[in-house]
């Protein structure tokens, strides 16, 4: 049994169509329900709003949009969890020498967000953040992190908590075929978006030097050659970085599938449909669940890979200590970063 509790309140009134999505890449999880009833009142926009199924809280925000129709006599409304306030707040911060958590508990903490899990700090990150969304800030500092440790990170929002979860968790005992599950499919092919060659450079002195290319022969016979470049770091594996920019033959899918709760964006779910060829192990990367009429059903859009979703900031540099003359030794000064108009980030000695 479907529940709509709206201030407190359950709503008695019958939903005619109800809809709650969300995906990885740093979207919020949305709900949008409408009613064949324009007399509630009561509800006003950023009233606190909660979905269950059987008992069990699916989703948990607040109210967005409210649209009244008067020709229809239809109500309407839109509500998002509290991750849309990471996306839709800016910043200007400099970021030094902090853990992944302790960047999370500042952002969500001036932001009046509720902290929840999240993995072991295994960095110290240092980079400027300027006009960039509290999303991008808080998956920089798990970028650096996943480059150490390479495990795959997504922010997201779980009972009113902003969470830092592992990505690509298998869901046990679900298995989507087209005998008992699937309605409908899609499968299709790309290269409009594809890497297969990266170039790894290096400025010394205003010296440009070529240090090392790493590409995908096999995809640069057959489809031509598609460049990018990556400028050298000391602090991290060049080479592991640069593999993974490199991007191939896109392969994605849709299918639709009778309603479940548990296909949640960010878990991979075993698929077996014939018709399509689309049989293995994928990455729910969108998820929408309809239920409309008395009938429940889940769109999904499915990714063969499981990558981290990524940002790029550009990252303080360390600078090499030359030795004073005469065999003294330099002494270590603490870097100080601040903002300089015209300048930039500047360090103050």
Known sequence: MWEIIINGERIARRFTHLQWSGGIKGTSRVLEV?????????IEIGSPIFLLKDNERL?????????RFATKGTFS????????????????????????????????GELGLTVGKFPKDKVKCSFPAIDKSGYEII???YTIQHKKDKQIYSVVCNDGKIEIAHQGIILEDVKLDSRNDIQEAQYSQSIEDMINQIIIYKTDKEK?????KVSNDSDKNKYGVFQNVMEYSEDVNNIYDAREMLKGLENKANITVIGDVNLHSGYMVAVEEHRTKLIGTF?????????????YYTNLE????????KVEFEEYKKKK?????????????????????????????
């Open 34 to 42: 409408e009613y064949d009833d324009d007399t509630l009142t009561k």
């Open 59 to 67: 989703f948990q925000g607040k109210i967005f949009t409210i649209d």
């Open 77 to 108: 409304l839109k509500a998002f969890d509290d991750s849309i306030y990471l996306n839709r707040n800016r910043f200007v911060k400099n970021i030094y020498n902090q853990t992944p958590s302790q960047i999370l508990k500042m952002i969500c």
């Open 139 to 141: 998956l920089q500092a």
């Open 208 to 212: 440009l030097q070529i240090l090392d």
């Open 283 to 295: 990455l729910i990367e969108r998820d929408t669940h309809i239920v409309e009429n008395g009938n």
């Open 302 to 309: 499915l990714s063969f890979e499981n990558k981290m979703d």
């Open 321 to 349: 200590e030359q030795k004073k003359k005469k065999g003294k030794k330099q002494k270590k000064q603490k870097k100080v970063w601040s903002l300089k108009e015209g300048e930039g980030w500047v360090n103050k000695k």
